[in-house]
């Protein structure tokens, strides 16, 4: 369930407010926006007050001394609860003293001065088809910022040189003060915000609790009042990086981003590790063989069908930027799908390091997924051993244990069309397990099949112990789907799920 479920109402009351009163509808945006650093401010004055209080008082007596004590040892806990370390990006970092990466650092150095951004103190490649700017304040919330690029190789394999420079334009310009310092204050502070209350200690104590219980609290209700100002600035940030990259730059950079990252997700990923059916080791590397993939997916039906459900995409109620049809608008282009350029922004911008970062990415990726290849490897292997000694059954006469075992055995090996339908079979039984159904549920939702309801349902009444975990991805996908009176249900479900 989307975190910001609970505020949906008053997310669409504000997208009316901005649509009448958009000035008003800013104004309070910013202020609530305030309320976090406020908030914080608010905690060291109350420190800083006691403490004069009691400076004023020390010489009538021991009272004021203990006073002056108090606050300042209050601003001492304060800042130890707010002092975190930020969780550092994974991936390769780029020394700057490396002469690969030249004309990246050369590329970043001009959007810094474009922009009025600050510098890029820091540049890591990962595998993710994204790319990001991060911010790291050196003493948790406070003192100087260390700005780190971390940009996918995937992404770079995917992107011309000059589609990349606007992609990343797109991502620095929310650094930049261009459109305001208010307006980049604001940008920064909700991309800043997520990370860092996620970092906050979950610890027992008052103040603790004070402090971190309210800062969590309060985001999500901050994030939701400001989600409609968040997406103006989006489209006005697009529009803003068309005037500098080009606007047919810009329009490629969002089109290639978005389509091909769904397709690694939906595709790429999955359908490599399908060689683990048959293949007990790894035979290609992702990222050798990664921009050969995006070559030949640009005549592939699956990058089609995504490129199609990304221009035909509407805006989610609580999504936190403006969909691909809108942000085209922006910029006043076409959703036209280019192909792969001759030389990718890979190959340009990493130059000699190129060849360092698929290798260090690659054995990084064979050290993440090993077991998890190995384990479905000896799955299917088992699966498939099974079958055969099993033979062909007349499943008229066979329990329904039996009978959910060998439609299991049949998805394992990937024969989907002979495994749903005994799987339902099992699954609906009254004397099915809640396994089956889960097993069904989990098929159903890979294709976002809203048939997958009635099975999470079946779960939530046979097993107590996954009942919430079935009823939030239920929940999820009825909201989705706009079925409201089953997302109430579940909704309930919750409640008194919490409640007891």
């Known amino acids: 369930m989307s975190p910001l479920a609970p505020y949906r109402k008053l997310i669409a009351r504000l997208s009316l407010d901005a649509h009448d009163a958009p000035a008003a509808y800013r104004r309070r945006a910013l202020m609530v926006a305030a309320s976090l650093p406020g908030y914080v401010a608010g905690l060291y004055l109350a420190c800083v007050l006691l403490m004069a209080l009691g400076f004023a008082t020390a010489a009538d007596g021991l009272a004021g001394k203990l006073m002056a004590l108090a606050g300042l040892f209050m601003a001492i806990l304060v800042t130890m609860t707010l002092w975190v370390e930020l969780p550092q990006p994974d ?24 922009l009025q951004a600050p510098r890029i103190d820091e540049i890591v490649i990962d595998e993710q088809c994204a790319v990001s700017i991060l911010a790291y304040p050196r003493w948790g919330l406070f003192g100087p910022v260390r700005h780190v690029l971390v940009v996918g190789l995937p992404w770079l394999q995917a992107l011309s040189p000059k589609q990349a420079t606007a992609g990343i334009a797109l991502e620095y310009a929310r650094f930049g003060k261009r459109q305001g310092a208010v307006e980049s204050w604001f940008m920064r502070s909700r991309a800043f915000w997520p990370r860092y209350v996620a970092a906050l200690p979950d610890e027992p104590g008052f103040l603790n609790r004070l402090v971190t219980g309210y800062l969590r609290r309060r985001w999500l209700y901050v994030q939701a009042y400001t989600l409609c100002l968040a997406r103006e600035l989006a489209l006005k940030t697009d529009a803003e990086v068309a005037t500098i990259a080009g606007p047919d730059r810009t329009a490629q950079a969002m089109l290639r981003s978005t389509v091909l990252a769904r397709w690694v997700d939906e595709f790429f990923w999955p359908e490599l590790m399908r060689h683990a059916d048959d293949d007990a080791t790894p ?31 509407k805006a989610q109620p609580e999504a936190p930027s403006p969909p ?24 340009q911008m990493l130059g000699s390091r190129l060849k360092p970062v698929v290798q260090a990415l690659d054995e990084a990726w064979l050290e993440q997924i090993g077991p998890v290849w190995r384990k479905r490897h000896e799955d299917v292997q088992n699966a498939r051993l099974w079958l055969a000694n099993f033979g062909e059954p007349d499943l008229a006469d066979v329990s329904v244990e039996t009978l959910g075992r060998y439609a299991g055995a049949l998805l394992t090996t990937g024969d989907r069309v002979r495994a749903l339908p005994l799987l339902r079979r099992a699954a609906e039984h009254p004397q099915g397990t809640a396994e089956t159904a889960w097993m069904l549920a989990q098929t159903l939702l890979e294709h976002d099949d809203v048939e997958a309801l009635q099975y999470l349902e079946l779960v939530m009444t046979r097993d107590v112990m996954r009942a919430a975990e079935a009823a939030e991805i239920a929940l999820e996908m009825s909201e989705r789907h706009g079925k409201r009176e089953r997302a109430s249900a579940y909704r309930r479900l919750l409640g008194e799920a919490a409640a007891a």
């Open 91 to 114: 991936g390769y970092p780029l020394d700057e003293d490396d002469e690969g990466g030249d004309k990246l650092r050369r590329t970043l150095n001009k959007l810094a001065t474009k």
């Open 283 to 313: 035979q290609k590397l992702p990222h050798r063989h990664m921009a050969t993939a995006f070559r030949q997916a640009d005549r592939s039906i699956a990058l089609q069908r995504t490129l199609k459900d990304e221009q035909t995409r």
């Open 324 to 347: 691909l049809p809108e942000r085209l608008a922006a910029v006043g282009q076409a959703a036209s799908f280019v192909g792969m350029p001759e030389h990718t922004a890979a190959e």
